[in-house]
């Protein structure tokens, strides 16, 4: 079969890419918003466009084949292009307005990002803006694929189509009982950690390296008891006093019901946007990325 004689939708595309991003038929639907069915009709008449196979069947699990690992890059390219195209048409506009979609890791979009978000809106109501939630790795993908325009992370992120841009940087606090020894103590050593329960963020939250990062230069031994994709529950675990934590400052706030202690040295991480490097930066972008500095 020619090239000439292959015939592809926009929407045949994003749902590969959505597959391929998800590793996964029914969380790639859900990420699109339509059903597993109707999303898998569509991937098996691509394949049939191109006469091969686009993805290993492995029970709820998919693996891109050799043919699905070609095609996904151009595929890629080919979305962004056309993501990008409302963002084209935006800049040669007078003002600022048209769509803006950014996304925000969860340890900062309740503390940082939706309080004042409305701020945002309120100066440019011209804008149409859209908020998506996830991890790191997600955010990325999303911003390669012309999803989204630029993400609020924990820098680094290491990848050479990524453009990262700091922020600030914020403060470690450790989050104790009431009840703790510690409670009221205002800052500790590193070398105090040893031997405490840590409750953590799962993997793959950006937090959980910067909180295992200053776990290992305190060069001493610690329990992890609890994982958690949010600081809530581990509140909660913290204030009935079955371990401690490490939150960043933002989160560290009276309404958690738990105590909040320093170090007595430098722990921080980053907080800052990312874009990918060939995205075009419509008018809107380039207001609201002057916004996230004069709020940091």
Known sequence: MSDTEISMEIHQIRYFCAVARHGSFTRAAAAEGVTQPSLSQQIVKLEKEFGSLLFERLGRRVRLTDCGEALLPRAEEILRQWNEVPAVLNSVREGVGGQLRIGCIPTIMPYFLAPRIGEFSIAFPEVDITLTEDKTDGLVGQLLAGELDLAIVS???????????????????????????????????????????????????????????????????????????????????????????????????????????????????????????????APSQKAFTKWLRSIS
């Open 155 to 281: 820098p680094p992120v290491s990848n050479p189509e990524i453009v990262c841009s700091d922020l600030f940087r914020e403060p470690i606090r450790i989050a104790v009982s009431r009840r703790h020894p510690w409670a009221g103590a205002g800052n500790i050593s590193l070398s105090e950690l040893s031997g405490e329960r840590l409750l953590l963020l799962r993997e793959g939250h950006c937090f959980r390296e910067n909180a295992l990062t200053v776990c290992s230069r305190s060069r001493t031994g610690f329990s992890a008891v609890f994982e958690t994709d949010q600081f809530s529950s581990i509140f909660a675990l913290v204030r009935g006093g079955f371990g401690i934590s490490l939150v960043p400052q933002m989160a560290a706030t009276p309404e958690s019901g738990c105590d909040f202690l320093a170090f007595d040295r430098e722990a921080v991480r980053r907080i800052g946007y990312v874009r990918a490097r060939h995205h075009v930066v």
